[in-house]
């Protein structure tokens, strides 16, 4: 009974846990504001960094912050919404942005870039689009991420082989691949892999595989899934290659291995972003960086940012824009360079040392470049279910266990099904 | 059947008093949240707004759902296989261990040991188990020259996250059965003896009959266990993106409630839940009157 009664309890929780809230904002009496994101513990210091520094400018107003792991923080804040005592600024993935935004749960930041002339003027236009809306902004970005090729030197130079460049195709990530994967002991088990990625979500690899086949993710309304319509369906024959050959590990096989088989150096090549750097640092992977290859199409990466919103219900809307300003800041931006996750959405920060001049022998500047052939990661409503339907209905596929055409198609009528129930 | 004295007087203000917490548990707690749920199930709500009226159309929608039906699908076939695994190898591991052996205590603690450890960690160590390129029960097939199996790989996942939860539940039905079985007199299987019956014969005309209680009440745990199982199965088919590979039941009322906003339709889901678990119990206690033997 236990399982069941955790759901009913926690629903019943939710009822009667309305009534709380927070005390509202008298004047010009010190406020304390509530912010929640997500993130990996070393996240919390440099955070509290932003806060401190915060709070020495602004003494009226003192703000919390707590960081959760990705998974509990959703859980977090819808049970902290239900029960009618949001956090007033709360990080935002881009993705799930509408699917908040529609259901009320946030301001509309407007007014307040109003009252602010140029106030966007230095973000990087490509990270604010996701979170413009017909009436304003319900949401900024506050960092963003590109997926570039990142390869191991050293598994290229024992097999004699030139890195990656700017000019490579997938064909040419095809060969080399093929020729980096590796059963060094012949023991008919491969020890390295040409190339490791995730296809179950689309940013790390096929989103960028099917826009530089000419391919789209999703109809412009958001009513149709294109993924297996064109250039698109050429991009899964690709992947399917890719796993039928044995050059990129299973979805079964990689989760054996703790996931990231370029971080535990078994596989000479991966697609990520830079969240992905201070660990592959901190596990002493010798790797260099090089742009997306290019495609028939020509080149095509993704770009997806992690932003702020405030709640509409929240009590101090003006002291939770203000501290959204400042992390905004060139100084909240720089002490974000600092933390070497993401990368800061104020091209002055970018483009600065704070940002070019980090830790890892790599050019941190193909991130940036990259922003030039970016895609937006597609937002829409119904996100995470979508998601879900496409990567799991996809997994037998590469498992070896269904057949690609028809499983696509299957997927692409449940993936619109979904699109239908969240109009 | 009546047992023992009745409470008189001040015993029956202790009595009361004892039963409060309990109660005031029960009313808040449970009954609180059944009403919750049930209310909740009318409305279609998504956390943030306010709850909008929806009569039964949570319910209707639920036989529409693909995604709900194959989870409650998941969730039937589960427990058709759990719960008759759980009661039969649970039984045979008592009668096994109700003999005088040597080490007969440390045999009933290692069969113990996974209900005191904690889900989380085994399911961990199961996945090292079914890994396939590096897992032990793969690499002990191949040695004896099988070809290697993808244990969690879509076609198989059903099968071994059955294994990992019966692994897990026997040793709680070999206690109970241990139990039922100590409470049989010697003097049957005496009796049984003398009468030149063999030892299988005993087992099945003596030991059987007089165990149906416990095999009962086992029935009954196991089926509620395998309606609401969730730990060992999402630990161990749980992809990127909170996914699963064997959703079940509960799974999908969490993941509409907390990551879809589908208050309403989780809910409903719930009360389905509940009410068949409820069915089921009926049809147990039906069973009960006509099979079960008490002593």
Known sequence: ?423 | MEYGLKPLGREKLWLWLMLVPTIIGLAFGTIGSLLATLTLSFFDWDLIGAPTWAGFSNYVQLFQNESYMEAFSNTLKFSAMYVPGVVIISLLLAVLLNRKIRGVGIFRTIYFLPTVTSAVATALVWNMIYGRDTGILNFMLESVGLSPICWLCTNNAMLSVVIVNVWGAIGEGMIIFLAGLTAIPRDYYEAAELDGASGFQQFLRVTIPLVTPSIFFQTLIAAINAFQAYDYIYMLTRRSGGDSSVPVAVFSIYRNAFHFFRMGDASAQAIQLALLVAAFMGVMFWWERRYVVYE
């Open chain 1, 1 to 423: 009974m236990r399982k069941l009664l955790f759901v009913l309890v926690v629903a019943s929780l939710l009822l009667t846990a309305c009534g709380g809230g927070t005390k509202p904002a008298a004047g010009t009496g010190p406020v304390t504001i509530t912010f929640m994101m997500w993130g990996a513990p070393e996240e919390q210091t440099v955070w509290q960094a932003v806060v401190d520094d915060f709070q020495a400018a602004n003494p009226n107003i003192k703000v919390n912050v707590e960081v959760s792991d990705w998974d509990s923080y959703w859980t977090k804040l819808n049970t902290l919404f239900a029960g009618g005592t949001p956090p007033d600024v709360f990080a935002m993935d881009a993705p799930l942005y509408l699917d908040w935004q529609s259901r009320g749960a946030l301001l509309n930041l407007q007014p307040y870039i109003d009252a602010n002339p140029g106030f966007l003027d230095g973000f990087y236009p490509q990270t604010l689009t996701a979170y413009k809306l017909d009436d304003g902004y319900y949401g900024l970005p506050r960092d963003f991420n590109t997926i570039t090729l990142f390869y191991n030197k050293d598994m290229f130079d024992a097999a004699g082989m030139a890195y990656p460049t700017a000019d490579w195709t997938y064909d040419d990530l095809l060969a080399a691949a093929k020729q980096l994967t590796l059963d060094k002991d012949n023991d008919g088990k491969t020890d390295q892999y040409g190339l490791w990625t995730d296809t179950w979500d689309m940013e790390l690899f096929w989103s960028e595989l099917i826009w530089a086949n000419g391919g789209e993710i999703i109809s412009p309304d958001h009513t149709k899934t294109l993924i297996a319509e064109g250039g698109a369906r050429d991009a899964w024959t690709y992947i399917d290659t890719l796993y039928k050959e044995g050059i990129m590990p299973t979805p079964a096989t990689a989760g054996e291995y703790g996931g990231d088989l370029f971080q535990s150096g078994q596989a000479a090549m991966t697609t990520i972003g830079h969240w992905a750097v201070p660990g592959y640092v901190a596990s002493n992977i010798n790797f260099g960086v090089a742009p997306m290859p290019k495609g028939p199409k020509g080149a095509a990466t993704s770009v997806n940012s992690a932003g702020f919103v405030v709640s509409k219900d929240s009590k101090n809307h003006d002291a939770a824009f203000a501290f959204i300003k400042f992390a905004l800041s060139e100084a909240g931006q720089k002490r974000l360079a600092e933390l070497g996750f993401s990368i800061p959405v104020l091209k002055s920060v970018a483009e600065s040392d704070a940002y070019l001049k980090q830790a890892g022998s790599f050019d941190q500047k193909v991130f940036l470049d990259s922003l030039a052939f970016a895609h937006m990661k597609p937002v829409f409503k119904g996100y995470e279910e979508w998601a879900g339907v496409v990567g799991d209905g996809l997994i037998p596929v590469w498992d070896g266990e269904a057949e690609l055409g028809p499983t696509l198609d299957e997927v692409v009528k449940s993936a619109d099904e979904i699109l239908a129930n969240n109009k």
